[in-house]
């Protein structure tokens, strides 16, 4: 099935608790991660919290690549969300579950912007998008 964007939610058990806790590291290595998946990486933003845990996101031209953890678990969840044929999230993925050396890991793949879906609802409301695209363009 075509689609606009690919989107996987990552749970990850038995990480790490100190990789978990290290924001530095778990932003170099997040960057990396998007870089590995071929991925333009255009900002990030990440929070240590108090006692511990980290939450941060990297802005990518293809969408973005989210994390939150809970040191105290070695738990991770991870968002890993890109659109078009040039960027693999699953590398991503791969390249994550590594450097948080993950036991265990579950994953739920969703399909964003399926495109039959999409072109019905882009005629639905043509005349809209066109004025729209119109405004850009002039």
């Not at 290290?22 to 590995?36: D, F, G, R, T």
């Not at 996101?57 to 738990?75: F, K, M, N, Q, R």
């Not at 993925?93 to 039959?116: H, N, P, W």
Request: aromatic letters at 10%.
């Amino acid at each position: 099935m075509k689609s606009l964007g690919h989107h996987i939610l990552v749970e990850m058990y038995g990480c790490d608790p100190a990789v978990l806790n290290n924001i530095n590291l778990i932003e170099s290595e997040m960057k990396n991660a998007a870089a590995e998946a071929n991925a333009t990486v255009v900002d990030s933003s990440f929070h240590m919290f108090s006692p511990y845990g980290v939450s941060g996101v990297v802005v990518i031209a293809e969408s973005h690549l989210a994390i939150h953890t809970w040191p105290e678990y070695g738990y991770a969840a991870v968002d890993l969300f890109t659109c078009g044929d040039d960027v693999d999230p699953w590398v991503a993925y791969r390249y994550l579950e590594k450097i948080f050396k993950a036991q265990y890991t579950s994953t739920v793949e969703m399909k964003r912007g399926q495109m039959d879906a999409v072109v019905k609802g882009k005629e639905m409301r043509k005349n809209e998008i066109n004025e729209l695209i119109g405004e850009v363009v002039q």
